[in-house]
């Protein structure tokens, strides 16, 4: 029996993917986590996972490479603040750029 905590961005359909290396496996992740295909999961929460058989090649793949699955995107917002010279400054995610 293995453990995973899932990180921000991810859902169930990731973990499957990235612990499994197969979209099937979804219904056996919920089952295992007493889980609804349609249920949320947040970061931090740990979700139990059967070992890893000769047949988890992709899975395997993305362990060797420490590689995680996200199937969020990351929106990046930004808005441009004109001042009186030619400086413009760029507000991206909480943080001035000045240009």
């Not at 961005?9 to 290396?21: F, S, T």
């Not at 970061?43 to 969020?72: F, H, I, N, P």
Request: with cysteine; charged share 25%; hydrophobic share 45%.
């Amino acid at each position: 029996m293995r453990k995973v905590t899932v990180i921000v961005g991810q859902n169930i359909m990731d973990i499957a993917m990235q612990e499994y290396g197969d979209a099937d496996a979804i219904v056996e992740l919920c089952d295992m986590n007493n889980l609804e295909l349609d249920d949320d999961v947040y970061a931090g929460q740990v979700l139990l996972l059967r070992d890893l058989t000769e047949s988890d090649e992709v899975a395997r793949y993305y362990k060797s490479k420490s590689m995680m699955v996200s199937s969020t995107l990351s929106m990046v917002t930004e808005e441009v603040i004109a001042t009186g010279s030619e400086e413009i400054i760029v507000m991206n995610n909480d943080s001035l750029i000045g240009i």
